[in-house]
T-cell receptor
């Protein structure tokens, strides 16, 4: 079983739609969680950290369910510029300074 | 200017050649990492360094070596390149001043390496 599992997609949605991505992780001891965004052939960029209480940054909302080992990302009012791959990331079992990356969920926002 | 830089950005080399990829950062971070990315496999950790005197193998270190020349510089070498090392390579940094508990990582722009 992969340490971090994501649906690869692609999710194909119209502009203005709301879309949600889910991610499950296997290490119950993981302490920190993140969503990264990666554009084609570019470096991953930190989108947001995920806190136990849930957090929101503009159109983006992230939630963590430790009991189910499940992380989600909700994007409201999708823009064409949101088209990218979204990587779910958790800290490693053996060191919180090491990150484990999911393979990503691809989002395509169409006009 | 970018906080994390990588050179070269693109490289084509032949099987058996030695090649070095370089990474520099101006973020003042202690921790540095090398990853490779292959289609469908996500990012995999090759080597990491928590400070200048600390070097650790990641999950796929075979065929690679590293050097941490200074806090700001971390180089990755392929001693004898082979075609299945064709991939996109990323350097990343994290932390701040010594002892920082900041876990998120910041990536360089990547090096696209092709081994023929």
């Amino acid at each position: 079983r992969k340490e971090v599992e994501q649906d690869p997609g692609p999710f194909n949605v119209p502009e203005g739609a709301t879309v949600a991505f889910n991610c499950t992780y296997s290490n119950s001891a993981s302490q920190s969680f993140f969503w990264y965004r990666q554009d084609c052939r570019k470096e991953p960029k930190l989108l947001m950290s995920v806190y136990s209480s849930g957090n929101e940054d503009g159109r983006f909302t992230a939630q963590l369910n430790r009991a189910s080992q499940y992380i989600s990302l909700l994007i409201r009012d999708s823009k064409l510029s949101d088209s990218a791959t979204y990587l779910c990331v958790v800290t490693s079992m053996d060191s919180s300074y090491k990150l484990i990356f999911g393979s990503g969920t691809r989002l395509l926002v169409r006009p | 200017d970018a906080d994390v830089t990588q050179t070269p950005r693109n490289r084509i080399t032949k099987t058996g050649k030695r090649i070095m990829l370089e990474c520099s950062q101006t973020k003042g971070h202690d921790r540095m990492y090398w990853y490779r990315q292959d289609p469908g496999l996500g990012l995999r950790l090759i080597y990491y360094s928590f400070d200048v005197k600390d070097i650790n193998k990641g999950e796929i270190s075979d065929g690679y070596s590293v050097s941490r020349q200074a806090q700001a510089k971390f180089s990755l070498s392929l001693e004898s390149a082979i075609p299945n090392q064709t991939a996109l390579y990323f350097c990343a940094t994290s932390g701040g001043t010594s002892g920082s508990l900041s876990y998120e990582q910041y990536f360089g722009p990547g090096t696209r390496l092709t081994v023929t």
